[in-house]
């Protein structure tokens, strides 16, 4: 089955600067790569997804790129806000299950102000 | 719109009792999932209904777990003879099945005493 490993766990970055986080997975008939914020105490939120038809996709400050050949999606953040500061998982689709997302562990995102 | 509901939001119960966690979701969303999420952990998946299909199970933790969907909507999820590890964040989602977006509920934290 699929597995989905994220990094890092944890990531500090100056308000201002840009973050990236990492993840790999292992099913190359996974399809479809969300990424989900979730903020102290609150429940998991969408906030962007790629499919495996396209390389990139870019919705203002935060992009996701993906390598199928490599195995591995990546979530980007731009010109950081304090706003930001979060946990965020990836998942990606087994691709041999009716849409069962497996998870990555998450990474804890610190805005330094 | 309405969003996921849960309930009730918060449950203290002494080692030994059974509770059941209800989740309302989306109207017209066909997919239904359970997860665990303990104390700065990641997504522990539990239960997914799709439509009439058969759940998929394969992540509940031990027959003490179950759940059940009754008419296509309302969840409920039992924990039987409760543990002190059963203490945890139950969170539930729903979706329009697929690779649409999954809506998470506010959760039930369980406290087992």
């Known amino acids: 089955g699929e597995n989905v490993e994220q990094h890092p766990s944890t990531l500090s970055v100056q308000e201002g600067d840009s973050a990236v986080i990492k993840c790999t997975y292992s099913?190359?008939?996974?399809?479809?790569f969300p990424w989900y914020k979730q903020e102290l105490g609150k429940r998991p939120q969408l906030i962007i997804d790629?499919?495996?038809n396209v390389g990139e996709k870019k919705d203002q400050r935060i992009a996701v790129t993906l390598n199928k050949t490599a195995k591995h999606f990546s979530l980007h953040i731009t010109e950081t806000q304090p706003e930001d500061s979060a946990v965020y998982f990836c998942a990606a689709h087994e691709g041999d299950s009716n849409y069962q997302l497996i998870w990555g562990a998450g990474t804890k995102l610190i805005i330094k102000p | 719109g309405a969003g996921v509901s849960q309930s009730p939001s918060n449950k203290v119960t002494e080692k030994g009792k059974d509770v059941e966690l209800r989740c309302d979701p989306i109207s017209g969303h066909t997919a239904l999932y359970w997860y665990r999420q303990s104390l700065g952990q990641g997504l522990e998946f539990l239960i997914y209904?799709?439509?009439?299909?058969?759940?998929?199970k394969s992540g509940l933790p031990s027959d003490r777990f179950s759940a059940e969907r009754t008419g296509g909507s309302v969840s409920t999820l039992t924990i039987q003879r409760t543990q002190q590890e059963d203490s945890a964040v139950y969170l539930c989602?729903?979706?329009?099945?697929?690779?649409?977006?999954?809506?998470f509920g506010n959760g039930t934290r369980l406290t087992v005493t």
């Open positions: 790629i499919r495996s």
């Open positions: 209904f799709q439509g009439n299909s058969a759940p998929d």
């Open positions: 989602a729903s979706s329009l099945g697929g690779d649409s977006p999954l809506h």
């Open positions: 099913d190359s008939a996974s399809n479809y």
